[in-house]
């Protein structure tokens, strides 16, 4: 599974959009990229995922680039509870079981 | 939603006992996954079982069995705890059978965690 590289840390207003980018250059053709985030103490949770196509849903938003070297996960309007870490994730389907969640970006949400 | 169950948040134990964690999905799930979580070394995976009575080693297997009797549960072992067990142990769950390649059900959904210490 390609390498995925992401700021070790971010703070965001609370109300205002985070943007958390996240650099994956040697991503091959058949891999998806996954957002996870974990709460303090708790497990990882899905946020979302996509192929090349930018995907919303509930939670938030991935936007791909074209050339799909890297992505940016978008909390629209962040609360403290989106104080989390938030880990970027590149799988192919077919590339065995284990998600390697990597160190993350550790976000903080502040009033 | 999907759902995924532990048996404890927290646990203590001495060296040497024998330590069952269970996991339960309520979403039908085929495969289940046991992780390990330590600071600097992100999650480990100890195992994982495909299907019913159906296990295989993840990275780091030494010091633990696991067992899946019924398709909804998936038990972790550690036969005789030591120090160096003391972790955030997590469960997880996914769809996706064995042999097919859909993203969406690939998606690894996790219980809450426990946090093991072994005394």
């Known amino acids: 599974d390609a390498k995925t590289t992401q700021p070790t840390s971010m703070d965001c207003a609370e109300g205002r959009a985070a943007n958390l980018p996240c650099n994956h250059s040697?991503?091959?053709?058949?891999?998806?990229v996954y957002w996870y985030r974990q709460i303090h103490s708790q497990g990882p949770q899905y946020i979302i995922h996509?192929?090349?196509n930018n995907e919303t849903n509930e939670m938030a938003s991935l936007i791909i680039t074209e050339d799909r070297k890297s992505s940016t996960l978008i909390l629209p309007h962040a609360t403290l509870r989106d104080t989390a870490v938030y880990y970027c994730?590149?799988?192919?389907?077919?590339?065995?079981?284990?998600?390697?969640f990597g160190k993350g970006t550790s976000l903080l949400v502040t009033p | 939603d999907v759902k995924v169950t532990q048996s404890s948040r927290y646990l203590v134990k001495r060296t040497g006992e024998k330590v069952f964690l269970e996991c339960v999905q309520d979403?039908?799930?085929?495969?289940m996954f046991w992780y390990r979580q330590d600071p600097g070394l992100g999650l480990r995976l100890i195992y994982f079982?495909?299907?019913?009575?159906?296990?295989e080693k993840g990275d780091i297997p030494e010091g633990y069995s696991v067992s899946r009797e019924k398709k909804e549960r998936f038990s972790l072992i550690l036969e005789s705890a030591s120090t160096n067990q003391t972790s955030m142990y997590l469960c997880?769950?996914?769809?996706?059978?064995?042999?097919?390649?859909?993203?969406?059900?690939?998606?690894?959904?996790f219980g809450p965690g426990t946090r093991l210490t072994v005394l």
């Open positions: 994730i590149v799988k192919s389907p077919n590339s065995g079981y284990a998600l390697n």
């Open positions: 997880a769950s996914s769809l996706t059978p064995r042999t097919s390649g859909h993203a969406s059900t690939d998606t690894q959904y």
């Open positions: 979403m039908d799930h085929e495969n």
């Open positions: 996509g192929l090349k």
């Open positions: 040697t991503i091959s053709g058949n891999e998806y």
């Open positions: 079982s495909y299907d019913v009575k159906m296990k």
